[in-house]
């Protein structure tokens, strides 16, 4: 902390919450105060919750100025919570206002956030209208629909002492007669077992669980200590052992809190709890893809900048989400391929500078208004913009022509351009790029150095003569992967974020984000001689057992995966699709495989590589994401599971 002190020299301060978390390093939780605080020895003010008594006596003996608040008497400002209703009183003031939401999680917080506004002198109405847009604390107190009218409480994020007391206390305000608390192992507390064990159980004990779940070696030794007449309990060494042991299905009409660390897995646990959303989905894991990117930053040179393509609704997996992850993870620049891509993003909050590949005349009103940067890939079109802009500020992109044969401005018109350039100079050239045409393969290489020096002295010419020294790219996702030397000054990633690898070449790294999945809405045997669906291609040549599954050609099952061309996955198991594709459905064969109506089925994904599905069809990975419609509903995944 004296470290990151020097580091961060923070002139406000911000004691949060003390919880377990950490304690295994500490020998007490006095010296783990004293450690945390000392980042704060400099700080002008240092705002804290007084109701943690040992924080309290330290702030104090260290003397550090402070603003303390509390639920019981002794700090600075005394808390009184009805329902949403907060009251802050003073010695000399009093303010209310009113949160939307009551849990103590989102209280402390929004409260912490309160005091720090009053202090920096922000009005009382400004504050309260901020704090009516907060959220309560995401991920971790997570209701979700359970099967048999159970609800489920996910808290399978952390598992500390005072997290479960939060959520113990969540628990304790819902209406419903039953509940169950599943329980991991809490690790790291730095207490002996049976100290942690005897906390806990007096915990359960106070807040009206009826039954117990617990899941751990330690847990599980003390399970002794549990015994009481109010609470059933039960004690498994392993969430595996859970998993099998428990008959899950007699869960019915009770509200189930999952609390458990992380290397229990208890996403395993809420998997088999919660309901299945039915339909038709493409799961999106945003974990992998920041891994994805992380393992593309990896390849590169200090300093190159990264542009993420994310033109035709980000691959087919949803721009805004993406896009939100990308501006998270700090990329330079994100590129699309129409105007109106770049406004939907700015519409979401995006502000990342946007490269718009194919601008069109009429869409420069929209282009200006939303700060997006156009390419010019033509004489015409630079010309138009000249026109429109009337002297107005705005930064372009050049591509130039280099082997592609696609867009992009021809030698021939280099000397024009720079004669536009220099009198016009409201325009400004923010980059100068050409796009590769066979960057996935060896037996292009040669075609792609021509290219890349096709560029490099168009390069040249434009920067010398206008004196300016924009960005320089010219790879897309096989390029970073096999022709590093070609970096330049930034790239622009596509497919591969998606885990996609484009080129021929191996790479274990890369994982694959999407899933498109969907359900089977009915099951039905066949005999021979029997047909199935429109022509009456399907032909069973003796007993079937057929399955109708809820996708069809308008979700983006190509009509060509008909007669058995595609394959699904069942149970972990081949089905080929029988007969012909329909628009919104398709039949398959699910013979031999142990599978019942409402069942999942992955038509890529895990045990279906986008590539082989591509390939089945004569197609590439690009045009199978992309196709997936929008209509089929996307589903985000981040945190642990
Ligand atoms: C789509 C595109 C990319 C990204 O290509 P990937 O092969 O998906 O990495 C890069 N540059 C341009 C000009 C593009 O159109």
New binding site residues.
């Given amino acids: 902390m004296e470290r990151l002190a020097k580091i961060i020299r923070p002139t406000l301060g911000i004691f949060s919450n003390l919880g377990s978390a950490h304690d295994e390093g500490f020998t007490s939780l006095e010296e783990k105060v004293r450690e945390k605080l000392k980042l704060f020895h400099e700080v002008e003010a240092l705002i804290y919750c007084s109701d943690y008594g040992l924080l309290k006596s330290e702030i104090q003996h260290l003397k550090i100025p402070s603003i303390s608040w509390g639920f019981k008497a002794g700090g600075n400002y005394l808390v009184q919570q009805q329902e949403n209703k907060i009251t802050l009183q003073g010695k000399k003031e009093e303010f209310n206002f009113v949160l939307p939401f009551t849990d103590k999680a989102s209280v402390e917080n929004a409260l912490h956030g309160i005091f720090l506004m009053l202090h920096l002198k922000y009005s009382p109405s400004l504050i309260q209208e901020r704090v009516t847009v907060l959220q309560s604390v995401p991920m971790r107190l997570e209701l979700k629909q359970g099967i048999n009218n159970c609800q489920v409480i996910d808290d399978s994020y952390n598992n500390d002492l005072g997290g479960l007391q939060i959520s113990l206390d969540f628990l304790g305000g819902l209406q419903k007669k039953k509940k169950t608390l599943i329980l991991s192992d809490i690790l790291q507390t730095g207490l002996e077992d049976s100290e942690l064990v005897s906390k806990i159980q007096e915990m359960i004990t106070r807040s009206g669980v009826q039954q117990l779940i617990a899941i751990g070696p330690v847990l599980s030794k003390h399970r002794t200590q549990f015994l009481s007449k109010e609470i059933k309990s039960r004690f498994y060494e392993t969430t595996a052992e859970a998993l099998t042991k428990i008959s899950w299905e007699e869960f019915n009409r009770e509200i189930i809190l999952i609390k458990g660390a992380r290397i229990f897995q208890f996403e395993r646990i809420v998997a088999r709890l919660q309901r299945r959303v039915h339909g038709t989905r493409m799961e999106i894991d945003l974990n992998k893809m920041a891994h994805n990117l992380n393992f593309f930053k990896s390849r590169l040179n200090s300093g190159v900048k990264v542009?993420v393509?994310v033109?035709a609704f980000a691959?087919g997996s949803g721009s805004e989400e993406v896009a939100n992850l990308l501006q998270f993870h700090r990329v330079d620049y994100l590129?699309v391929?129409y105007t109106d891509e770049g406004v939907d993003l700015r519409k979401n909050q995006i502000s990342l500078p946007i490269m718009v590949?194919n601008p069109t005349e009429e869409s420069f009103p929209l282009l200006l208004a939303n700060r997006l940067e156009p390419t010019v890939y033509s004489m015409g079109l630079l010309k138009s913009l000249i026109e429109f802009l009337q002297g107005q500020p705005c930064a372009v992109h050049l591509?130039i022509e280099t082997g592609m044969h696609r867009l992009g401005l021809e030698d021939n018109n280099l000397d024009e351009i720079i004669g536009l350039l220099k009198a016009n100079p409201n325009i400004s050239v923010a980059s100068i790029?050409s796009?590769l045409a066979g960057?996935?393969e060896s037996k292009h290489d040669t075609y792609s150095q021509v290219q890349f020096e096709l560029y490099q002295t168009a390069y040249e010419k434009i920067a010398d003569a206008l004196r300016i020294k924009p960005i320089r790219h010219i790879?897309?996702?096989?390029?970073?992967l096999r022709l590093p030397h070609l970096q330049m000054d930034m790239v622009?990633?596509?497919?591969?974020?998606y885990g996609v690898n484009?080129t021929t070449d191996s790479i274990d790294q890369l994982q694959p984000v999407a899933t498109l999945k969907t359900v089977i809405s009915q099951i039905k045997k066949l005999k021979a001689g029997e047909s199935v669906g429109y022509g009456r291609w399907g032909q069973p040549d003796g007993d079937m057992t057929l399955a109708t599954i809820a996708i069809g050609y308008a979700d983006g099952f190509s009509r060509s995966f008909s007669r058995g061309i595609g394959q699904v996955i069942v149970a972990g198991k081949r089905a080929p699709v029988v007969g012909n594709v329909c628009m919104d459905m398709t039949m398959i064969d699910i013979t031999g495989i142990n599978a019942h109506e409402g069942d999942e089925v992955i038509i890529f994904g895990e045990g279906m590589p986008i590539q082989e599905v591509a390939a089945n069809i004569n197609t590439i990975p690009?045009e199978i994401l992309t196709n997936t419609s929008e209509r089929v509903k996307r589903v985000f995944f981040a945190g642990s599971y």
Avoid: Q, T, W
């Fill in positions: 542009m393509m033109k691959y590129g391929a590949m591509e790029f796009h960057a996935d790879l897309n996702s096989p390029g970073i622009r990633l596509g497919i591969g974020l484009p690009y």
